[in-house]
């Protein structure tokens, strides 16, 4: 199970409304001064903290420190639905167009629109199927 630590920022009737901190980038190895990946985190400004709902038995007070989990399982089928996919929509799309269509800019539309298509057919069968495995559980308040 993956772990991180959240702040309660609302919490009613047993719903908790946390917020994950936001990682920084890198900047504590011995090659932050020549680091690519330090640069570009710095050109990316603050960085996104993401907000979940949570059920939780334990009576909790805005600015309590918990800890939340998310199964790895449900980390690789989340990672398997948003990425591969529509990467594989994407390579088969690639293949197929370039064999029935010889003009390029046609090849490139024809490809972002199955991609597209792919990611709306995605969303679509991911709300149907059950979303409680992809929300991350409440584990101990800190």
Same mark, same amino acid.
């Given at each position: 199970?993956?772990?991180?630590?959240?702040?309660?920022?609302?919490?009613?009737?047993?719903?908790?409304?946390?917020?994950?901190? /936001?990682?920084?980038?890198?900047? &504590?190895?011995?090659?932050?001064?020549?680091? !690519?990946? *330090?640069?570009?985190?710095? $050109? +990316?400004?603050?960085?996104? /903290?993401?907000?979940?709902?949570? &059920?939780?038995?334990?009576?909790?007070?805005? !600015?309590? *420190?918990?800890?939340?989990? $998310? +199964?790895?399982?449900?980390?690789?089928?989340?990672?398997?639905?948003?990425?591969?996919?529509?990467?594989?929509?994407?390579?088969?799309?690639?293949?197929? $167009?370039?064999?029935?269509?010889?003009?390029?800019?046609?090849?490139?539309?024809?490809?972002?629109?199955?991609?597209?298509?792919?990611?709306?057919?995605?969303?679509?069968?991911?709300?149907?199927?059950?979303?409680?495995?992809?929300?991350?559980?409440?584990?101990?308040?800190?």
């Amino acid at each position: 199970m993956m772990i991180e630590q959240a702040t309660v920022i609302g919490y009613q009737n047993g719903v908790a409304l946390v917020q994950c901190q /936001a990682k920084a980038g890198c900047g &504590s190895c011995v090659a932050n001064q020549s680091c !690519g990946t *330090k640069a570009l985190s710095a $050109l +990316a400004g603050e960085k996104f /903290a993401p907000q979940f709902e949570l &059920s939780v038995e334990t009576p909790l007070q805005i !600015g309590d *420190k918990i800890e939340i989990g $998310l +199964a790895e399982q449900s980390l690789l089928l989340s990672v398997f639905w948003l990425y591969v996919i529509p990467l594989i929509a994407l390579i088969i799309s690639a293949l197929v $167009l370039s064999q029935w269509i010889q003009n390029e800019l046609w090849v490139a539309l024809g490809i972002f629109i199955a991609t597209a298509l792919t990611f709306l057919w995605v969303k679509k069968t991911v709300s149907k199927k059950s979303q409680a495995q992809f929300i991350p559980v409440f584990l101990r308040k800190i």
